[in-house]
């Protein structure tokens, strides 16, 4: 599998509502990968190949062009001999701007199909736009011109955009403290993330923390007690409980694996074969 991380700046949608575009293809053989959640959404624009998505025990087909993330478990993958994709990622309350239904409407655990979504003339003209393109440059312009076109609203609600900055630089880690930064009741507060960014505060602070956590290189047995805590933590078994919930392995588990983290620290993903011999739940 190839990742290649694209240059947004040179189109001025793509530098302002994009967190990234990437693309990625597979050679000769099936390969399965896992997604750690990371509190992202985006679009998926499969230009060649058959691409899966793992349901419980069922590996379910992805439509050409979908949408896709906000999940809160590792999500497996698994791409065709011959797989090319472009993904456009956004922050939720990015994509919230291009679609008139609620970000909180979309599919988490498997990917819905764009075509539900926008109207079929822009999505057509994305996935062929894409299909022609010759050069990483082409890409980039064709995703900035699909949002120029597609643009319904200017800027993020200053309430939701407010609350995520506290909560991805980390400040709040809870949502009491949310709430009474914002002098809000925590009902209003979800309603806010319910129409803007598509999950609960809850949720948000949790995935971000577990994905600090995993971007974290120095972690030990002895040293899980400060780490649950700097991570804003009650106890180091609630540290415990959230790491396994969302990546499968406790934390132990994971960081003694070398072939697990080489894989995240690398990519932000996990050969699906990292697992063998490691019990999922």
């Given at each position: 599998m ?10 001025k949608y ?5 967190k ?20 992202e ?10 691409g ?15 949408v ?9 993958h ?17 994509l919230q701007?291009?679609?008139?239904e ?5 599919l ?20 062929t736009?894409?299909l ?12 900035g ?5 597609n ?7 200053k ?11 980390g400040?709040a880690t ?7 930064d ?51 933590y ?18 132990k ?17 996990w050969?699906?074969d ?8």
């Open positions: 190839e990742y290649k991380l694209l240059n947004l700046s040179q189109n793509t530098q302002h509502f994009l990234d575009i990437y693309v990625l293809t597979n050679a000769s053989e099936h390969h399965i990968y896992g997604c750690v959640p990371n509190g959404i985006g679009i998926s624009v499969l230009l060649n190949g058959d899966y998505i793992r349901l419980g025990n069922i590996w379910q087909r992805q439509p050409p062009v979908s896709y993330g906000l999940v809160s478990k590792v999500q497996f698994q791409m065709a001999p011959g797989y090319r994709e472009v993904n456009i990622g956004f922050l939720p309350e990015y701007l291009f679609i008139r609620r970000v909180s409407g979309l988490r655990r498997q990917a819905t199909d764009l075509y539900d979504i926008l109207p079929e003339v822009e999505v057509q003209r994305l996935f736009g894409l022609s393109a010759v050069n990483d440059n082409d890409i980039v312009h064709i995703v011109a699909f949002l120029e076109r643009l319904l609203y200017e800027q993020v609600d309430r939701a955009q407010y609350c995520l900055n506290l909560i991805r630089s400040t809870n949502v009491d403290s949310l709430s009474q914002m002098k809000i009741s925590s009902t209003t507060l979800r309603h806010i993330f319910h129409h803007h960014v598509g999950i609960t505060p809850k949720e948000l602070i949790k995935i971000l923390r577990v994905k600090t956590a995993l971007l974290r290189q120095n972690i030990t047995e002895e040293n899980m007690t400060q780490t649950a805590y700097s991570l804003g009650y106890d180091q078994s609630h540290f415990i409980h959230e790491f396994k919930e969302a990546v499968g392995l406790p934390p588990q994971y960081f003694m694996s070398q072939e697990l983290t080489f894989d995240f620290y690398n990519f932000q993903r050969r699906y990292s697992f063998a011999g490691l019990r999922i739940e």
